[in-house]
Each structure stands twice: as C-alpha cells, then as structure tokens.
C-alpha cells in the first residue's frame, strides 16, 4: 500500500490526531510536558499546550524568537518522542520546488529513451514521467511517510528566511497536505505529517500562513528555567559554576549588546567550562572564552576589561 494516493480521496487516518496515532501516549497536556522533560527539553505549560494542541488538531505550530531560544530543538525532541522520523527543510532565499519538493530525474529519462530505441519496435516505450524517475525532496517525504501509520515529523526551519513565492506555494501543503505535481497529479498524503515551522522574524510571515498554523512565541528564559536546562543537559557541570554561568548569562541579556546569548550559548559555554576544568567563574577565563557566547566583535570589545570584571564579581557574590 503507498504512503501517499494520487488523485483519490484522503484516507480516513488523515484527520486522527497524533495523540492517537502515537498510542495514546500524550493524551494530556502534562503528558506531553513530562514527555519533553524526558527528552531533556524543560518547556513552559504554554508551550507544552501549544505542542499538544497542534498534535490533537492535526496543525502545523509556529515558533517564532529570538536565535537560540530552542525552536529547532522542538522538532528534533518531538521526532524523538513520537519514535518517527525527522524530516528537516531549511529555509533560504532562493530556495524553489525543485530543492523542496521534487525533481525529475532527467538523466535517467534520457537512458530509458535511448534503451527503448535501441530495442526498437514492439517493445512499449517507457513512462518517464512514472514515479521511478521521480526525485522526492523533503516535502514530498514527508506526505509519503506513514505507511505504518505514524506520521513523519516535517521541520520547516527558519521559514522568514525564504521567498514570498515559496511561502505561497506552502499554503497548499500546510493546508491539505498535499502537492501538485503537473505530470502526475496531486499527490496527498496518508497520514498527515506532524508539522513544525520555526522563524526568527528576519522578515514578517504572511497572515496567509499564519492562519493554518498555531501560534507561540519563546522568550528567553528565566533564571530558574535556565538553570534547569542547564543541569539536564549538562549534568557533569558542578553546581556552583552551573549557578554562576546562568546568573552570568542572566546579567549579560541586560546589556547592549548586538547579539544577546541564547539558550545555545549558555549550553556550549557550561560544556566549554567544564572541558577546561572550571568549577567556578573568574574574569580572566570569561575573557578567554567570549568568543563562545557572543559572536560580534563590537560585543566582545565591550565586554572585555571592566565589564567583565563587574559581572563575574556580580554573580560570583
């Protein structure tokens, strides 16, 4: 049985919500958030809510922030919590269908031709628009998964990064999960992908789009949820330094600054600290180490010297 059908009516797994698909694991919003706690992922009620509902309402979510704040890692966490397969599309300008959906396979066309003429009469020439000639990009992968009824998890990151055209071009697919392709027909898929679209608003989303999806936007975050964050993911770091570079990290938001940490930075310095064989904070090792969460030389000028200083004697009270 295929994953996808052509020119036929949707299949009635597709309006089944993945709550049900996936076993009826997340049939609660706690459900779904000790889920993501699993995954070392510690997420807000609202996101936690926003994620369920999108799962129950078969809806591509939206996730829009500032760089860093852990939109992509939603994706990859779900992936993991639903025992599927993460299919990843990434935005840039230019980007156009043939690198997103498809792509005929123009070589191979050309050989089967030449090997029908070289058989020459009575053999049936071949159909090289058939579907073994036909190249699948991310999107088409991701409707023609679920053949075993667990839909793939489609990432489309950083969508503000694309063009008008191809952000139109999605409103199909978001819409009713399906594509046209002009020589075979409309492809729609079995089981419809759980969907998740990151942005770090570079430039506005139409509300064209918008519309299909649910919505949340992640804040940098709190002290206490940062510090939690950092103690799953970076266990072997000793609690004091684990306390300072989140206090650290806390303060340095406050600053001017062209780019501010994210959650990234603060993940990769406590790592970076830790191989060096830090237990606590002091300026000279902040001094040495900017370059690991600021990532603009005008930043990391403004940092050095007394600003530094202040801040490691500031958190290190």
């Known amino acids: 049985m295929p994953a996808a059908t052509i020119e036929e009516p949707v299949l009635p797994t597709y309006n089944l919500d993945m709550t049900e698909l996936a076993g009826g694991t997340f049939t609660s919003i706690d459900a779904v958030q000790a889920a993501l706690e699993e995954q070392c992922y510690v997420a807000d009620r609202s996101l936690a809510t926003a994620l369920f509902l999108s799962l129950r309402l078969r809806k591509p979510l939206l996730l829009e922030g500032e760089a860093g704040v852990g939109k992509t890692e939603v994706a990859k966490v779900l992936a993991s919590m639903l025992h599927t397969r993460l299919i990843r599309l990434q935005g840039y300008e230019g980007i156009d269908v043939s690198h997103a959906v498809y792509e005929w396979n123009y070589s191979g066309q050309i050989l089967a031709i030449r090997l029908a003429e070289v058989r020459g009469e009575g053999h049936e020439p071949p159909d090289i628009f058939g579907q073994e000639f036909l190249i699948k990009r991310p999107l088409l992968q991701a409707l023609e998964a679920g053949t075993d009824g667990k839909p793939a998890v489609l990432l489309l990151d950083e969508l503000d990064r694309v063009d008008d055209e191809f952000e139109a071009y999605l409103l199909e697919v978001l819409s009713d999960y399906q594509v046209s392709v002009p020589e075979i027909g409309t492809i729609r898929a079995a089981v419809a992908p759980a969907v998740v679209i990151t942005s770090n608003r570079t430039r506005e989303l139409h ?100 600003a530094v200083r202040e801040l490691v004697q500031r958190v290190a009270r």
């Open 207 to 306: 509300d064209a789009l918008k519309r299909r999806c649910l919505y949340h936007w992640i804040e940098y975050p709190s002290a206490e949820k940062e510090y939690a964050i950092v103690s799953l993911r970076v266990p072997e770091a000793p609690e004091r330094l684990r306390a300072q570079v989140v206090e650290f990290i806390q303060e340095l938001r406050s600053v001017d600054l062209y780019k501010v940490p994210g959650i990234a930075e603060t993940l990769d310095w406590t790592r970076a600290l830790v191989s060096l064989g830090q237990t606590a904070l002091d300026a000279a090792l902040v001094e040495d180490t900017l370059g690991v969460i600021v990532k603009n030389q005008e930043d990391v000028n403004r940092l050095r010297g007394p």
